[in-house]
């Protein structure tokens, strides 16, 4: 990979302000919601259908984010933590 640097720090400047706010842009987009069992990046009621059948066989979410207390096993507190999470956001 080869570094350019631009000897204009004012066009060096814009250039470089304009990527950062693209990358925090992409960021907010992609943060990650504990207990979105069906990973479509929300927290609804169709994460709790979703997080029901992952208890029942054992089996995570494409995006791990089913497992809201970290102890690597999707459970009753898991569920219960969706519940919570839902009727905190007012979904
Ligand atoms: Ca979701
Ligand atoms: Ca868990």
Redesign the pocket.
Known sequence: MTATFCDDPDTAFRGFSQIDWMEITLGLLDMPVIGDANCDRGLTAADLAAVIPLIATGERSICEL??????????G??LDNVIAAIFAGGA
């Not at 089913?66 to 459970?75: L, N, Y």
């Open positions: 089913d497992d809201t207390d970290g102890d690597g096993v999707i459970d507190r898991d």
